[in-house]
């Protein structure tokens, strides 16, 4: 019989088969699967497996089927291996608040080039829009401009923007990725009320949110809505990409890429950067760049200290 990985915690692991949930070990041999070299967990939420059931309702995980993708990250380490966070998703929701804690587009972009490496649409949905102004919003709307991630704007308490959101999600598996507090489990419970997930308030000491989400779960919905709720992420590790392939994941570059001067090109201090030329033109964002150069400085450090 087929199921549905929907929660992991250490070497247990929830499957949905119709209407139930079975609680699952994984056969001894898939411990050392194929992708043992690359990945720290062989299971993932979102895993599409074969599964046994014994006489006692407990089941083994016998296969693992092929994904379709997988979001991951990578810290570093010379010997780290990639943490898979979910597997076979049609797009990553990343959530970010205006206030409490504020935005922070760096990470934004860490997550965003983390799915475009992966081929995983990445939606960003911005929470407590009833506190943000004009200019907070305008700014967030040209940063992202020719980045090729889609904005949704939204308020957990006043329920604006979440029509928009839900016209987004039906009939797909959804990741939901972001900092505690920004408003991950209270805009589920926005638009599923009878969800009635717990939730907790932001520090007044730190302005950090308190993590409500301890595992990654997935949680099944009408229509065909499969929503992977994640534990709240502070930072996020690109430590698998190249430094030189970094700028493949920026949409805002695809124009101009291929009118550098030099092959490869790292958009960063090559005298005929075509990227370089169309920042200054202000045809690329320049605080985007910014924060593409951040991550590519971070990059060449890391792979500089295994050398």
Not at 82 to 91: C, G
Request: charge should be positive.
């Amino acid at each position: 019989m087929t199921g549905v990985v929907v929660k992991a915690f250490g070497r247990y692991y929830d499957v949905a088969w119709k209407n139930t949930r079975i609680r699952c070990t994984l056969r001894g041999k898939l411990r050392t699967h194929r992708d043992r070299e690359r990945f720290s967990n062989p299971v993932a939420v979102g895993d599409l497996v074969t599964l046994e059931i014994g006489g006692d309702g407990t089941g083994t995980i016998s296969h693992i089927h092929e994904r379709k993708n997988v979001f991951s990250r990578k810290e570093r380490g010379r010997n780290r291996k990639e943490d898979v966070i979910a597997a076979n998703l049609d797009q990553v929701i990343i959530i970010q608040s205006f206030y409490r804690p504020r935005l922070n587009l760096r990470f934004v972009d860490r997550l965003a080039v983390r799915g475009k490496k992966d081929g995983i649409p990445v939606l960003l949905c911005l929470n407590k829009v009833d506190l943000a102004d004009g200019e907070d919003i305008e700014f967030v709307k040209d940063y992202f401009s020719r980045s090729g991630i889609d904005l949704v704007f939204t308020s957990a308490i006043s329920g604006e923007g979440l029509d928009g959101l839900r016209g987004k999600i039906g009939g797909k598996t959804s990741l939901l990725a972001g900092h505690s507090g920004a408003g991950k489990t209270s805009i589920l419970n926005a638009v599923f009320p009878h969800l009635d997930l717990p939730v907790a308030d932001v520090s007044e000491k730190t302005g950090k949110g308190r993590h409500t989400t301890t595992n990654v779960e997935m949680i099944v919905l009408e229509g065909d809505i499969r929503m992977i709720d994640t534990p709240g992420m502070r930072e996020f590790g690109l430590m698998d990409i190249e430094p030189y392939r970094l700028g493949d994941y920026f949409a805002d570059f695809d124009r101009y890429r291929d009118k550098c001067g030099f092959k490869p090109c790292s958009h960063d201090h090559e005298p005929t950067c075509e990227v370089r030329r169309q920042v200054e033109k202000g045809k690329i964002n320049e605080e985007r760049y910014m924060s593409y150069l951040h991550i590519l400085e971070s990059l060449k450090e890391y792979y500089g200290s295994l050398y």
